[in-house]
Structure formats: C-alpha cells, structure tokens
C-alpha cells in the first residue's frame, strides 16, 4: 500500500475516533448505548495519562511496570475486563466497528482483547498497529489465568518470547507454575 494512501487512512481513522468521542459526549449518536459512553471516557483517561507518563523528560523507569507501556496495558486490561464482567460485549464491537478498522476476519470470541484494544485506541495514537495483536495475545493469555491487573506486566515477561506466547494462547497452554502459586496464595488466605 503507498504510503500516500496509509496516511490519509490514518488521517481518517483519527478523524473517526474524534468524531465518536464528541458524539458522544455530546449525545449524538443513537447507536451506542451508555456503556459505549463510559467506554470511550475510560478510553480517553486511559490514552490521556499514557500521554502524560511519555511525554515526561524523567529518566526511563526502574522497572517495565513504571513503564507507561506497562501502564497502557495494565490500564487497557482493567476496562477491558470491566466491560467483560458487564457483559457490554456490544458496546466494546460497535466502538470497534465505528472506528471502521479492519480486523482480518478475527471474531469477537477469537479474542475480545483485540477488539477492546481498538475501541479503546482506534486512532493507533499509543498502541502501535504492529503490537496490537501480541498486546491482545498477551492480555488474553493473562485473562484465561485470571491474572489480577496489578501483577499483569510481570505475567507477561515471565510468559516467555512473543513466539512461545503466540503458541500458549494458540493451543491454550496452560502456565502451571504460576497457577501452583495462585493456589498455594489463596489457600494461605483461607487460612488466615
């Protein structure tokens, strides 16, 4: 594709996602129901405090879950799961549709993590559109081992590589020792 042509498909892209925000907001738009309201605010919060960690001039930080992309997708994780728990599958499909990308035939079951990554940054403005699919692996991978959303980064690099991760979410391997763990944790809490 010339690159001519994949700017002013950007350029669309970010004009859509402003439109929807502003539809929004000011009640414009009858197809998205509260819940895509509220998604869009926590959307917006979410890109404006990632923006706000990266345009720091501080030094990197200490450890990636400091990172602002540490941030993102703890921050991503957290809304996306909260629209999961609502069952506002709905809001998260038509947020994702409106902002008119493509998702390569890939369905909302397949992965819902990629469709709430796109309503939730349709624009590609802090997600880049190469690490979409390995951040929605990732965020699957952790969901199916209901990781908690504060020890989501640290799941993630103990995961393994991108190609391991990609074959763990593929055949929906299972990582045993950190479910061990979880067990070993939540019985010690019934203890107490």
């Given at each position: 594709?010339?690159?001519?042509r994949?700017?002013?498909?950007?350029?669309?892209?970010?004009?859509?996602?402003?439109?929807?925000?502003?539809?929004?907001?000011?009640?414009?738009?009858?197809s998205?129901?509260?819940?895509?309201?509220?998604?869009?605010?926590?959307?917006?919060?979410?890109?404006?405090?990632?923006?706000?960690?990266?345009?720091?001039?501080?030094?990197?930080?200490?450890?990636?879950?400091?990172?602002?992309?540490?941030?993102?997708?703890?921050?991503?994780?957290?809304?996306?799961?909260?629209?999961?728990k609502?069952?506002?599958?709905?809001?998260?499909?038509?947020?994702?549709?409106?902002?008119?990308?493509?998702?390569?035939?890939?369905?909302?079951?397949?992965?819902?993590?990629?469709?709430?990554?796109?309503?939730?940054?349709?624009?590609?403005?802090?997600?880049?559109?190469?690490?979409?699919?390995?951040?929605?692996?990732?965020?699957?991978?952790?969901?199916?081992?209901?990781?908690?959303?504060?020890?989501?980064?640290?799941?993630?690099?103990?995961?393994?590589?991108?190609?391991?991760?990609?074959r763990?979410?593929?055949?929906?391997?299972?990582?045993?020792?950190?479910l061990?763990?979880?067990?070993?944790?939540?019985?010690?809490?019934?203890?107490?």
């Amino acid at each position: 594709m010339p690159i001519k042509r994949r700017k002013k498909k950007k350029k669309l892209r970010v004009k859509r996602a402003i439109e929807l925000r502003l539809a929004v907001r000011i009640g414009g738009t009858n197809s998205l129901s509260l819940l895509g309201a509220d998604l869009v605010d926590a959307a917006a919060d979410v890109l404006a405090e990632h923006k706000a960690l990266s345009d720091t001039d501080a030094p990197p930080p200490p450890s990636p879950f400091e990172a602002p992309e540490g941030y993102l997708k703890r921050a991503c994780f957290q809304v996306i799961q909260e629209f999961r728990k609502a069952n506002a599958h709905h809001a998260i499909k038509k947020l994702a549709n409106y902002a008119g990308r493509d998702r390569r035939q890939l369905t909302y079951t397949d992965n819902p993590f990629y469709w709430g990554l796109l309503a939730i940054d349709p624009a590609f403005s802090a997600i880049e559109e190469g690490s979409l699919s390995l951040y929605a692996k990732q965020l699957l991978h952790a969901a199916n081992h209901k990781v908690p959303p504060e020890h989501l980064v640290g799941f993630i690099y103990q995961s393994g590589s991108q190609s391991a991760l990609k074959r763990k979410v593929r055949i929906g391997e299972r990582e045993e020792e950190f479910l061990r763990i979880r067990k070993r944790t939540s019985d010690l809490r019934l203890m107490n």
